[in-house]
């Protein structure tokens, strides 16, 4: 497994832009599809986006879709959340987090950070 610490959250107005890091230890960063998701106060965690290993490879939830970009450089051990027009609705802790499939399951994924706030206010 590898240990997952998120980064980048914090307090945005409407329409503005943040971005997350999820910095991954160990060597077997590579091995890992690496997923975001989110949870609002009272809800599920919900998936937002994912990315294979190799990066080719990218998928987005439909409600953050032409909005957040998911890149990682695997010679840093990181992965990004680029988070652009952001919404009120997008006001959740996110989560990073490491897996064998490309899935949109959390179930499915192994290694998770301890999660970052977002805050976007009107």
């Known amino acids: 497994q590898v240990q997952l610490v998120e980064s980048g959250g914090g307090l945005v107005q409407a329409g503005g832009s943040l971005r997350l890091s999820c910095a991954a230890s160990g060597r077997t960063f590579m091995r890992y599809n690496m997923g975001w998701f989110r949870q609002a106060p009272g809800k599920e965690r919900e998936f937002v986006a994912v990315?294979?290993?190799?990066?080719?490879?990218?998928s987005y939830a439909g409600s953050v879709k032409g909005r957040f970009t998911i890149s990682r450089d695997n010679g840093k051990n990181t992965v990004y959340l680029q988070m652009n027009n952001l919404k009120l609705e997008d006001t959740a802790v996110y989560y990073c987090?490491?897996?064998?499939?490309?899935?949109?399951?959390?179930?499915?994924?192994?290694?998770w950070g301890q999660g970052t706030q977002v805050t976007v206010s009107s």
């Open positions: 987090a490491a897996g064998r499939e490309i899935t949109t399951l959390p179930a499915s994924y192994e290694s």
């Open positions: 990315i294979s290993w190799s990066g080719i490879t990218t």
